[in-house]
């Protein structure tokens, strides 16, 4: 029993120490199914939009995250303490507006999701593009820390193990498609034509709707 | 290392040698273990589940004159409403009748075996038969990999095959889009695009739904 034992542990430690706990995102969104077989992948700036229409909006590169705060801070004189910035770059998906979000970074994470006004990331292309610059600031950081990671891994001849930033919306399955269209209008504003439209995994061959009365 | 030999110095006898009684070493493990491959089971489970999955979708880029309609032929449209209801027309809308054809008039199909997807396997039949005889001719090694991809391309690029164009209205919800697009994966259809809904036809689905 000895080496099956030694085995265990030493799995039991490999997936302890690889698992990495995600922070409770600040909405639950409950995605469609489909037969998309497609992983996230592990590079990505995310939109999540919940029930109500709401934006929520995460980057998974902290140094992406942090440089697109940066650049948000400049645009929107909001400024953040070094401190502030780094705790940021932990947390998962927000929805605040900018002028909240220092408030929203220094709060408790139980304050946090009991947040107000967690209006969403504003999306409103004249008066208040903050969602657009958001995604612009951090798409463009994104790539560029690719393209970082890219160069050095041709000088120094190794493998290349980033990925290319990828963009996901993430979406309630009773979000009204009006409030999608928003965003995905927000992307293809900025030239960005391609996504990856998160779903849970569906385990028949068709889809079969329960019929609504 | 700090052995220390004690023998000699003593003038014991033979009999008189105590020895220690033989106990067992071993510990029961059983519930360690039971504890380590709960743990084992707990990471395996959550380490692979918390991927999520997604499907991948590119949209069209805005064309250069936005009044300008492009043209597409063989096209089917789905418009999708409220209460997750589907309507369809088939070919060029027509607000009115014309010399080119009748007013569009829509129909109404569900989502499922019996409406959906029915309905795409009959129209995606040539699609479907011709991606068959490829394949059969792959299987019989008439055919090289490269040639048979290029081929399933142009035959889902062919003018026989259907275009679909996916619009909604501002009640649909955002389930039905991704059921849609769904059903037409499952479908292998050739081609499918999201589009906006133009007013006309925006006014025909609220005349269906009754406002």
């Known amino acids: 029993m000895t080496p099956m034992v030694d085995l265990a542990f030493l799995l039991v430690t490999f997936f302890m120490l690889t698992a990495s706990f995600r922070m409770a ?7 469609p199914s489909s037969i998309g077989e497609v992983t996230l992948p592990d590079n990505h700036i995310m939109v999540t939009i919940d029930k109500d229409g709401r934006a929520f909006f995460g980057i998974s590169n902290a140094a992406a995250k942090m440089a697109a705060l940066r650049e948000m801070s400049k645009k929107y004189n909001v400024s953040f303490s070094e401190p502030q910035i780094k705790k940021f770059s932990g947390l998962p998906s927000f929805g605040v507006d900018i002028k909240d979000l220092p408030r929203y970074i220094d709060a408790s994470e139980n304050e946090r999701t009991n947040f107000k006004p967690q209006r969403g990331v504003p999306n409103d292309s004249l008066k208040d593009p903050q969602l657009k610059d958001w995604i612009s600031f951090g798409g463009a950081e994104a790539v560029k820390i690719y393209n970082e990671a890219k160069k050095t891994a041709e000088e120094r001849n190794q493998e290349l193990k980033a990925e290319k930033p990828r963009y996901a919306i993430k979406c309630d399955g009773q979000t009204k498609y009006m409030n999608v269209k928003g965003v995905i209008k927000t992307f293809t504003d900025l030239k960005i034509y391609q996504f990856n439209l998160i779903t849970s995994l569906e385990g028949g061959g068709t889809v079969i709707h329960p019929k609504t009365p | 290392m700090a052995e220390i030999a004690e023998d000699g110095g003593g003038g014991h006898g033979k009999g008189g040698k105590k020895r220690a009684k033989k106990q067992s070493t071993r510990i029961d493990m059983t519930p360690m273990v039971d504890l380590a491959f709960l743990l084992l089971t707990f ?53 009115a009748d014309d010399d080119k054809g009748a007013k569009t008039a829509l129909k109404e199909t569900s989502f499922g075996q019996e409406g959906l997807h029915k309905y795409l396997a009959e129209k995606n039949k040539w699609l479907h038969e011709n991606i068959k005889k490829l394949d059969e001719k792959l299987q019989n090694k008439q055919l090289a990999d490269t040639t048979y991809k290029r081929m399933v391309k142009e035959a889902k690029a062919s003018k026989e095959t259907p275009t679909f164009l996916i619009k909604t209205d501002d009640k649909a919800t955002y389930k039905n889009v991704i059921d ?3 059903e037409l ?18 006014d025909m689905v609220n005349e269906k739904t009754g406002g």
């Not at chain 2, 994966?185 to 925006?202: A, S």
Request: aromatic share 12%.
């Open chain 2, 43 to 95: 990471f395996v489970l959550t380490s692979t589940f918390s991927k999520p999955k997604s499907m991948e979708l590119t949209f069209p880029a805005p064309p250069d004159d936005p009044t300008k309609q492009p043209a597409i032929k063989n096209a089917i449209t789905f418009l999708l409403t409220k209460d997750d209801r589907i309507f369809y027309y088939e070919g060029e809308f027509r607000a």
């Open chain 2, 185 to 202: 994966n499952i479908n292998v259809v050739g081609k499918y695009v999201v589009v906006d809904m133009i007013k006309p036809e925006f």
């Open chain 2, 180 to 182: 849609l697009i769904d």
């Open chain 1, 25 to 31: 995102e600040p909405v639950v969104v409950d995605a």
